[in-house]
């Protein structure tokens, strides 16, 4: 029987949450088409704030990689936005003139920033806070500039300013009203949560209106209806959100606030259906993602004609996170009500404030501040209604002393939930965890998604974990396990690698008792890199277990073509190459041409066909771009033409480059080499980074720019560039031997320590040697794949004429 055409619009948590639900039900029901208007894989919205903050990176927070979608068949437009529907043809046309049909339809477009129409809200400098662009914004911003000012006192607005002040800005906090996170929090949390905040460094503007925002092409001042104004070099709004529904309107489906939708999440359209943000549901539309959650278990049955009983009934709002440290709670009705009585505790010493709203005996809300360990048990009450009247003030507030020193999981419920985002509850982890053998909280949270969100029950998941086994627990979760799919370390997948002589990534699955037949997108490339770099002239790489982008040695964007880098050897080139780019950028209608920060010309836009033909016209070595190898080397101009330069770092640079280049590393590696200590190759910031100093060079190791800046630790200095060379293969040879795959050096150095790497490589001359020796016999067997795809037909069949390619996740 053939498959139905499912069509899903938004690539975000709610609607690739619903898409998890459906495979579970019925995983070959659908052939999967999914449109997604940002250049990413699914990520976590949720955590922008911890990027912002410099606490993870993008890479960190995203849910489903392309692996993913390529592993459940599920065709991916990312950057591809559906403007209309017609629901009579049952097809989708998007902004590329793309037309897809359908026999269902998901909408899941979900919500927009409200933008404060201000005068001036137009100008350079004013942004929102939503979306993985928005975050890019605010960490570029705040390597120029210094002030911000935040319009939004509520959750978004404090998160803003918090990364902000993370990353070095004054932060004024505008917000209309007289306290802070008035949906989440009373006035008597609020204001105590207002003064953490102060200590932190946060200045308040309460009940302030905002009137203009001041400037000429770019923001300078805000300004307010009590005629003040403020010094302002970024604004960022964060004062709401509205739902997505123009799409839907412009279809012709029935909308008010959001898209409406019955119990089953069907709108007013045939085989249409919305989850999340953009739907309205009885007159509700949620913004939190436990009711978007529950929308897609909804879904998913009906749509794969299963059980789906009563469909969605509904939400009681609650929201447990942490605000700049501080951990808060609220759930259902919590301002004072004349018909409802509370029981109050504060303690302004220890920073701790809980509130329980009853109305006829029952629990109808709650609002915790500082100490939230009751939350998930005040939630179940009143969840469940639980009649309240035989019980005493302390009953209500499972304080351990009250409970005899018990823990808080212990205490609960096996139907209590611990994650409220994916409505995971203690029964089915202790299930999870004695079935499966987890021993992890990173194994359940693949298991059963429990953290997987806002993460804010992580903390829970581990002492439940630790009350569940017992004497087993010891130190188990400390235990970084290389994914899911085994128990093993990287540290022992290497050594069982050594040890039992294994050669192939399905060997080292099955002799190390791997818990999935195939592994999964973590831990093959993962293991075809250890078996790389344990076996390197014996090893034949296995490339259906590389990431795309490194199966295609070229980088693929997100319409589809690819960029193509061409080595430029220390950012040095001649007539004759500019000629050769410039006539194969004609040929081939390359639309982009773009200096790159390495120093590399990158042509962009160019057809998966062409690519082949591009790097044979081309006929240089790939600059490996793409890969999880040595990439460029940066260099000033040096001696030979500075007037401040004291070393020749073009010439190194080219040396240092044609000696590592195509070297597999466990991420990517960048280099540098200045001539002085003014820096112009930004060595400071390279994972291996050089500086001339008179007579000398400095050797710096560990930098890392982008989201997380790193500044480079001194390694060495040495006086040779013979001893530069000899260096770096040793420090390369002990991070690709001891670093765990996907780890950069700034984190590997982290783990491992600066001074134990000195002690290995500087004060340890035997094996100093050996890394040098394994670093050479390394560095013998090392082809260019350009080139070797050139003279192979088959490969450049299977790779450049199949179907398309889904983008790297890496």
């Known amino acids: 029987m053939s498959k139905r055409k499912l069509v899903l619009v938004g690539n975000g948590m709610a609607g690739v949450r619903c898409l998890e639900e459906i495979l579970k039900e019925d995983p070959d029901r659908f052939e999967i088409t999914v449109f997604g208007k940002e250049p990413y894989p699914n990520y976590n919205r949720i955590m922008l704030s911890s990027v912002l903050q410099g606490d993870t990176s993008i890479e960190d927070i995203v849910i489903n990689s392309y692996?993913?979608?390529?592993?459940?068949?599920?065709?991916?437009?990312?950057?591809?936005?559906?403007?209309?529907?017609?629901?009579?043809?049952?097809?989708?046309?998007?902004?590329?003139?793309?037309?897809?049909?359908?026999?269902?339809?998901?909408?899941?477009?979900?919500?927009?920033?409200?933008?404060?129409?201000?005068?001036?809200?137009?100008?350079?400098?004013?942004?929102?806070?939503?979306?993985?662009?928005?975050?890019?914004?605010?960490?570029?911003?705040?390597?120029?500039y210094k002030k911000a000012v935040v319009i939004g006192g509520g959750l978004l607005g404090l998160e803003a300013a918090r990364g902000l002040l993370n990353l070095g800005m004054d932060v004024d906090v505008v917000h209309i009203m007289d306290h802070l996170m008035e949906r989440q929090l009373d006035a008597s949390a609020s204001s105590m949560l207002k003064k953490e905040l102060e200590s932190q460094g946060m200045n308040f503007l309460m009940n302030h209106h905002t009137e203009a925002i001041l400037g000429s092409d770019r923001v300078k001042k805000v300004s307010f209806k009590d005629g003040r104004t403020v010094k302002a070099d970024l604004v960022v709004m964060a004062v709401g959100i509205k739902p997505n529904i123009a799409m839907a309107q412009a279809s012709g489906i029935q909308t008010n606030r959001g898209v409406v939708v019955d119990d089953y999440m069907q709108t007013s359209a045939p085989n249409v259906y919305a989850v999340g943000e953009c739907a309205e549901h009885r007159e509700m539309v949620y913004g939190l993602v436990a009711p978007l959650y529950e929308q897609g278990k909804a879904l998913a049955k009906k749509i794969c004609q299963k059980d789906a009983g009563?469909?969605?009934?509904?939400?009681?709002?609650?929201?447990?996170?942490?605000?700049?440290?501080?951990?808060?709670?609220?759930?259902?009705?919590?301002?004072?009500?004349?018909?409802?009585?509370?029981?109050?505790?504060?303690?302004?010493?220890?920073?701790?404030?809980?509130?329980?709203?009853?109305?006829?005996?029952?629990?109808?809300?709650?609002?915790?501040?500082?100490?939230?360990?009751?939350?998930t048990k005040l939630l179940g009450m009143i969840n469940q209604e639980t009649d309240t009247s035989d019980m005493k003030n302390i009953s209500i507030f499972q304080t351990k002393e009250a409970s005899g020193g018990e823990s808080t999981v212990a205490q609960m419920a096996d139907t209590d939930t611990i994650c409220g985002c994916n409505g995971v509850s203690k029964g089915d982890i202790v299930t999870a965890i004695k079935n499966d053998n987890l021993t992890t909280v990173a194994q359940i949270k693949d298991c059963t998604s429990a953290s997987r969100s806002c993460g804010t029950c992580k903390g829970l998941v581990g002492e439940l974990l630790a009350h569940t086994l017992g004497e087993e627990f010891e130190t188990a979760d400390e235990k970084e396990t290389v994914c899911s799919c085994t128990d093993l370390t990287h540290e022992e997948v290497v050594a069982n690698i050594r040890e039992k002589g294994l050669t192939h990534t399905r060997e080292v699955m099955n002799v190390l008792g791997w818990k999935t037949e195939e592994g999964c997108s973590k831990c093959r490339p993962a293991v075809n890199y250890y078996l790389g770099m344990v076996h390197p002239t014996d090893y034949e790489d296995e490339r259906e277990s590389r990431f795309v982008n490194e199966r295609m040695h070229a980088n693929i964007q997100k319409n589809g073509t690819y960029s193509v880098v061409p080595r430029m050897y220390g950012g040095v080139t001649n007539a004759k190459d500019l000629r050769k780019i410039a006539d194969v950028a004609d040929k081939y209608d390359v639309p982009l041409l773009k200096i790159t920060g390495g120093q590399r010309i990158d042509m962009l836009g160019?057809?998966?066909?062409?690519?082949?033909?591009?790097?044979?016209?081309?006929?240089?070595?790939?600059?490996?771009?793409y890969g999880k190898a040595v990439r460029t080397v940066k260099t000033c101009v040096g001696e030979n033409f500075c007037r401040f330069g004291t070393q020749d770092s073009i010439g190194l640079g080219i040396a240092i480059e044609k000696k590592f280049e195509r070297l597999n590393t466990p991420h990517k590696v960048k280099m540098g080499v200045s001539a002085c200590p003014r820096n112009c190759a930004e060595s400071?910031?390279?994972?291996?980074?050089?500086?001339?100093?008179?007579?000398?060079?400095?050797?710096?190791?560990?930098?890392?720019?982008?989201?997380?800046?790193?500044?480079?630790?001194?390694?060495?200095?040495?006086?040779?560039?013979?001893?530069?060379?000899?260096?770096?293969?040793?420090?390369?040879?002990?991070?690709?031997?001891?670093?765990?795959?996907?780890?950069r050096t700034s984190h590997w150095l982290d783990r491992v320590g600066l001074e134990h790497v000195k002690s290995v490589i500087l004060d340890n001359k035997e094996e100093r040697r050996e890394l040098i020796k394994r670093m050479e016999i390394a560095l013998d067997d090392l082809k260019d794949p350009w080139h070797e795809i050139i003279q192979n037909s088959k490969e450049q069949r299977d790779l450049f004429e199949n179907k398309a390619v889904p983008i790297s996740s890496k």
């Open 606 to 625: 160019i057809k998966k066909e062409d690519v082949p033909n591009v790097w044979k016209d081309l006929d240089m070595p790939s600059g490996y771009a």
């Open 684 to 743: 400071s910031i390279k994972d291996v980074g050089i500086i001339g100093v008179e007579g000398a060079w400095e050797i710096y190791v560990g930098g890392n720019g982008g989201a997380t800046l790193k500044a480079a630790e001194l390694l060495c200095t040495v006086s040779t560039d013979t001893e530069v060379l000899y260096t770096i293969s040793a420090y390369l040879q002990y991070y690709r031997e001891t670093a765990h795959y996907l780890e």
């Open 310 to 375: 009563q469909g969605y009934q509904g939400s009681i709002l609650s929201t447990k996170l942490k605000v700049s440290g501080v951990d808060v709670f609220s759930a259902g009705e919590f301002g004072d009500d004349p018909a409802a009585r509370a029981i109050r505790i504060q303690d302004e010493f220890e920073g701790i404030y809980k509130k329980v709203i009853i109305r006829q005996d029952k629990i109808v809300g709650a609002v915790l501040f500082g100490d939230t360990s009751e939350s």
């Open 67 to 144: 692996d993913w979608y390529e592993k459940h068949n599920i065709q991916l437009f990312t950057g591809e936005s559906v403007e209309q529907i017609d629901t009579l043809a049952k097809t989708v046309h998007t902004d590329q003139g793309r037309d897809v049909a359908y026999d269902d339809l998901i909408l899941a477009t979900g919500s927009n920033p409200f933008m404060l129409p201000l005068p001036g809200s137009d100008k350079e400098g004013v942004i929102a806070f939503r979306d993985i662009k928005d975050c890019q914004a605010m960490i570029d911003a705040s390597q120029k």
